[in-house]
């Protein structure tokens, strides 16, 4: 077997062992990888031509007021059971200070991401007696612990499926040589693989044979969103929107997008290319295009990575191998100082590959993203209530957007966060919080308007039990000390 038809570097061809590959990794997994390779290798210049870029069209990013203003059927269990949840589950909780599946944080009143995301589609399938699965997309930093805590869910209204993202091989920026020199994941070797982003989930979720599972099940449509994101719910009126379209003109794809502030200039857009709807990262904006990508004028609205995508259409673009996403390289640095590359792609670029594909313009709720421990401190916060699963803002808060909350280094981590707050603090009339330095807060804090907090190197405060901070900046020291 020839396993490089493809024209690859020489280094590449000799030095590998890539048979070793073959037959010990996933047949799949390595037919994967060498397709992305290849095509890398190939890509020449920019994967957009930005004086072909064009605004889309007014129909095909619709506002959610208009999808939801057409109402429900009576029977609403009947577009509930047409419908899989899909929650993107691969990442670590490294990036706060936690080991293990970010998942199995703790976000509100003990439960998790996970607790969260089972409360949710419960409390679907019993309101409405239905049977809406859950699936997760894990990877294999992920699989292990995942699978372990399942077992608590057994008594729940929920089926759980699971399936795992590739595992690909990272390599060398400059030899183009995989770092890994056999398949163990143990001691340094494990650097050497990483999961190829969510853009993975049509051919993992494929080549599982769980598509092919759900769709005999009836199935239809995944909503598919990171499981990060606390806004994330199932919307029955989008819902509605797709499964009562006539057959011949069904939307196969619809991405939630939502309007850009300035916190959001980082993220994708949608626009029209060469007669299609396209996602467009910041990572392929030619450097001179940057600011006006990053414009809130003109480009308006920006994907919140929640997704509806149709079970057939998956099936038919993997099997005429139509999924066309464009690749992200994604540099790295290995803990030994080596230069890598991982190649990557993104769920919401293949939405060119589908018929009918449409953005949904939705409110600013459904994307509540928990990145770092500043999320973290809204969402355990009174401007929320918890209610089957789902955070909705109190209806106490005066105004519809959230407080902008930036926590210093000294609160990155969820444990060192969690031993600086006695309490969570009352948020409801907070507009603005900045906290750096080694600061902690009492039991009962109340917080207003713009409060900025500022410990120097070698100081402390500690903001007392009962304080109502309004507009204020706190700076120098302020220590409580017990006697």
Known sequence: MDLFKFQTPAPFKETVKFNIFVFQVSKKDFEGFKN??????????????WI???RPPEDSIQPYDKIAARGLPDNVANSLNKLVVVKLNGGLGTSMGCKGPKSLISVRNENTFLDLTVQQIEHLNKTYNTDVPLVLMNSFNTD???????QKYTHHRV???????????????ESLLPVSTNLSMNGQNAEGWYPPGHGDIYASFYNSGLLDQLIEQGKEYIFV????NLGATVDLHILHHLVSQPNGKRCEFVMEVTDKTRADVKGGTLIQYEGKLRLLEIAQVPKTHVDEFKSVSKFKIFNTNNLWISLPAIKRLQEQNAMDMEIIVNPKTLDGGQNVIQLETAVGAAIKCFDNALGINVPRSRFLPVKTTSDLLLVMSNLYSLEAGSLTMSPKREFPTTPHVKLGSSFT???????RFESIPDMLELDHLT???????GKNVSLKGTVIIIANHGDRIDIPAGSMLENKIVSGNLRILDH
Do not use: A
Request: overall charge positive; proline content about 4%.
């Open 144 to 150: 292990e612990d995942t699978k372990k805590i399942l």
């Open 435 to 441: 906290v750096s330095g080694d600061v902690t807060f």
């Open 52 to 54: 072909k870029i064009q």
């Open 159 to 173: 089926k759980i499926h699971t399936f795992n993202q590739s595992r690909y091989p990272r390599v060398n920026k």
């Open 36 to 49: 992305l390779f290849h095509r890398f290798l190939q890509v020449k210049g920019p994967s957009v031509e």
């Open 413 to 419: 981590k969820v444990q060192e966060y969690l031993i």
């Open 225 to 228: 969103s990171n499981i990060d």
